[in-house]
């Protein structure tokens, strides 16, 4: 299976030379974009613009890259280890630039289609990578997730040391919210900021969960929460707040995409019983309100989130001993992850 991906960085450490050389690209492609008239530019850049830009409305617009026109290789310095070569239409060699970011696989993937932005002066690259992946088929283990409002993901270890993710998130949800009803609209202008910080959390979390589905060599489960809107969860006001934009569907998708990327399949199963059985015993208990699951049957009391992370481990493991891991949800199950930034990655 084929999987994309962008990867973004920066080109640091640019002489005056260099830095000029870039900005006459740059402003060549503006103006050839608002007037038509060719000043210049690389003839490669000048082609996707032309295939790409048809309606110019915004003042600025990135150099797009031809795939095969950007170059990169290593050549560590005591600032990065990687330079890229950016056609250029001063020069027929292009211009090899320090470029910065914290991808390292470059040797695994192909380059597809780059995008030049330059922002208060600086150039930045986002780069179009392909890699071919092909998902394991066994695992030794289950690395169980649940996700939820209060944690926004609760895993077990194979040892059955839960985890709780999403402390820092719920904070950052909590100032926000506390922001816009001070500032009311005038925290507008920070919105990029708040949605920078909420999808840096999600991207945290995600590849915290994969990472420890690689050191398990883990098939990871999710409890699919798709009921949960419907579900009675308390009346709390604040916890309806919380669950209101709730980024469940963007904290699955990145799970997915960054498992598949290390070759790692996800499942997910209907979480219906997986919160209300006691993992103890098997019989119907109730979720509790202060987030305690207690069973009227063989009195286990336990977080309610450890608790269903429990009940999808072993549901995981019947489909591991079934040979049912054929039907892995991949990237197309999941919406809206192409392009995910990957900084974390
Ligand atoms: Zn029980």
């Not at 040892?159 to 922001?179: A, D, E, T």
Request: charged share 30%.
């Amino acid at each position: 299976m084929l999987i994309w991906k962008t990867i973004t960085g920066k080109l640091v450490d640019l002489s005056r030379k260099e830095q000029e050389i870039l900005d006459i690209e740059y402003e060549n492609l503006q103006y050839f974009l608002h007037t038509g008239h060719d000043l210049g530019l690389h003839p490669d850049n000048k082609r996707q613009a032309l295939r790409s830009y048809k309606e110019i409305k915004r003042r600025e617009y990135p150099i797009l890259i031809g795939k095969g026109m950007l170059k990169l290789e290593e050549k560590p310095t005591t600032i990065c280890r990687y330079r890229v070569r950016i056609p250029i239409g001063l020069s027929k060699y292009g211009l090899w630039c320090t470029f910065k970011s914290y991808f390292t696989e470059w040797s695994s993937v192909e380059l597809c289609r780059s995008k030049l932005y330059r922002r208060d002066g600086e150039y930045y690259l986002y780069i179009t990578i392909r890699k071919e992946v092909a998902l394991k088929k066994t695992y030794s283990h289950i690395l169980p997730v649940d996700l939820g409002i209060r944690n926004s993901a609760v895993t077990v270890s194979p040892s059955g040391k839960p985890r709780f993710y999403g402390r820092r998130l719920r904070r950052i949800r909590g100032w926000w919210f506390y922001i816009h009803r001070k500032l009311g609209r005038k925290a507008k202008k920070w919105r990029n900021r708040e949605s920078r910080q909420i999808t840096d959390q999600l991207h945290k979390i995600a590849r915290d969960i994969v990472e420890q589905a690689v050191r398990y060599d883990a098939l990871i489960v999710l409890g699919d929460l798709r009921g949960i809107r419907k579900k009675k969860m308390g009346t709390g006001r604040r916890l309806k707040r919380l669950m209101s934009h709730w980024p469940y569907h963007r904290l699955k998708s990145y799970i997915v995409y960054k498992a598949n990327w290390k070759g790692i399949a996800v499942v997910e199963i209907d979480e219906g019983y997986t919160s209300k059985i006691c993992s103890g015993c098997g019989a119907l208990g109730r979720r509790e309100i202060q987030g305690l699951f207690k069973c009227p049957s063989c009195g286990l009391e336990l977080n309610a989130d450890v608790n269903a992370a429990r009940n999808i481990r072993a549901r995981g493991y019947m489909l591991l001993a079934g040979g049912d891991v054929t039907r892995p949800i991949t990237l197309k199950a999941v919406s809206g992850v192409q392009g995910t930034s990957n900084r974390f990655m």
